[in-house]
């Protein structure tokens, strides 16, 4: 038996792995699904959703778990699970990047985003005046998120994702990642073919920045959790 740690990426919640979750557990595997601040199932203070509070918040969850954990991240979570994988390497079976974000040191999520020449969703999120959190339309989450996701499971994730203001810190933050720890940490990569907020090229420059043992590709917008959930538990089992 497995434990597995799942982390969502920004705007979302652990309700985003709540087709992927089961699946696991029905495989015989303990599942924490963790819920980040500033989530619907963790409310906070728009100044208490910083990367660091992220990193601490999956430091916290696998400190609870007895033996090694694999820890999955989603989008904006590889960031975060990278900086934890440097915190408590030896907790860590083996890291898993979900069409995420794998940064070299000093990197940050919004620099990769900015030269990403194929990414479609930065242009199109609406800043507050202070820069402080950014939302995006349900048009946008539509055309540029859950473009090969049901319709039905369209409106459920719309209603929890639109207009939810979204801290920007955690994009801004510089990421800090060793070759001696993270870099020894076990690692495997799923490509989304289809995405369209962190592009395919984009995915192939990260997944150059460190030895990752396993690729595997699905033929997915950003999020199989929702398009192709049992194919994506098929690479984490």
Not at 47 to 61: G, P
């Amino acid at each position: 038996m497995t434990h597995y740690i799942l982390v969502h990426g920004a705007w979302e919640g652990a309700w985003s792995w709540n087709e992927t979750r089961p699946m696991l557990e029905s495989a015989g595997h303990e599942v924490t699904a963790v819920a980040l601040p500033g989530s619907p199932e963790n409310e906070q203070d728009l100044s208490q959703v910083t990367m660091q509070n992220y990193v601490q918040t999956v430091v916290d969850a696998i400190n609870q778990v007895e033996g090694k954990v694999k820890l999955i991240g989603h989008s904006l979570a590889g960031a975060i699970i990278s900086q934890v994988a440097e915190h408590l390497p030896e907790k860590i079976e083996k890291l898993y990047y979900v069409a995420a974000f794998l940064l070299k040191n000093g990197d940050s999520i919004i620099e990769a985003m900015q030269r990403d020449p194929d990414g479609e969703f930065l242009p199109e999120l609406s800043f507050s005046e202070d820069q402080s959190y950014a939302t995006a339309s349900a048009a946008t989450w539509r055309d540029k998120a859950f473009h090969d996701v049901s319709d039905q499971d369209i409106q459920i994730a719309l209603n929890m994702v639109q207009d939810l203001p979204q801290a920007t810190e955690p994009f801004m933050a510089k990421i800090a990642v060793s070759d001696e720890i993270f870099g020894r940490v076990p690692k495997v990569y799923i490509r989304t073919s289809l995405d369209r907020m962190v592009s395919p090229k984009l995915q192939q420059e990260m997944l150059e920045n460190w030895k990752v043992e396993q690729i595997h590709t699905l033929s997915a917008g950003h999020f199989p959790t929702l398009s192709l959930p049992a194919q994506l538990v098929e690479h984490l089992l």
